[in-house]
């Protein structure tokens, strides 16, 4: 399977946990953009990384949320704490080149917080 | 105003129509636009890309920008069920950032046999 690789598909965390989305990019490509889509919205970017690197950080709401991409392993989006409101699809893409609006979608990871 | 606004349909349609999808936008800043297809429960699937104003052609699909107007159409030949989905308008290039896609809220689709 040569597409974006994104576990698990779906989590369920109790209210204060944390939560770890893991994104693993397509053969070839190194750069990584986390979004998030809410119930009946559309969906919004949250962060652009490049291996090792936070390039883009604009859509990250400012506590809780964090994101990495090491030089070795998966790009994993961190939500600490988490609330209801965080429940929502999110979706990692990747693209071959640097900033790149030719993005390639994972299958998203389905976050519920009960 | 949002920046990208996009009719939710959802749009029912006999198979073999064409069918037109649009959004429209407020920032004038956006050079590039994306057309995506998401059926239920899975990730967004690239169908198109364009750079500016013009139209694309790719199979049944097409895809126009018009700039004047800040307006994008996907439109779609001899529609089949298996077209049914949900279409996703993407926009990006403000300050020069082409990777942060600004979406629609993505139109519903359903062919009929």
């Known amino acids: 399977n040569a597409g974006v690789m994104q576990n698990p598909r779906h989590l369920v965390r109790r209210r204060g946990q944390e939560a770890r989305l893991r994104c693993s990019p397509m053969k070839g490509h190194s750069h990584v953009y986390w979004y998030r889509q809410l119930p009946e919205e559309g969906l919004k970017f949250m962060v652009y990384l490049q291996k090792e690197n936070i390039i883009d950080e604009s859509g990250m709401p400012k506590e809780r949320f964090s994101a990495e991409f090491p030089k070795e392993g998966p790009s994993i989006l961190r939500i600490q704490q988490v609330v209801r409101g965080d429940s929502a699809a999110y979706f990692c893409?990747?693209?071959?080149?640097?900033?790149?609006?030719?993005?390639?979608f994972g299958p998203g990871t389905r976050l519920t917080v009960t | 105003q949002k920046e990208v606004e996009q009719d939710p349909g959802p749009l029912s349609v006999p198979e073999g129509a064409i069918v037109s999808l649009n959004c429209t936008y407020s920032n004038s800043a956006f050079q590039y636009f994306m057309w995506y297809r998401q059926y239920s429960r899975k990730g967004p699937e690239l169908l198109m890309y364009t750079y500016s104003s013009g139209n694309k052609e790719d199979g049944r699909f097409t895809a126009q920008v018009d700039k004047s107007s800040k307006y994008i159409s996907l439109f779609i030949r001899d529609s089949q069920p298996s077209d049914s989905a949900t279409y996703l308008c993407a926009m990006s290039g403000v300050g020069g950032s082409q990777g942060n896609l600004i979406f629609g809220k993505g139109t519903k689709l359903s062919v009929k046999p």
């Open positions: 893409a990747s693209s071959l080149l640097t900033d790149s609006y030719e993005q390639y």
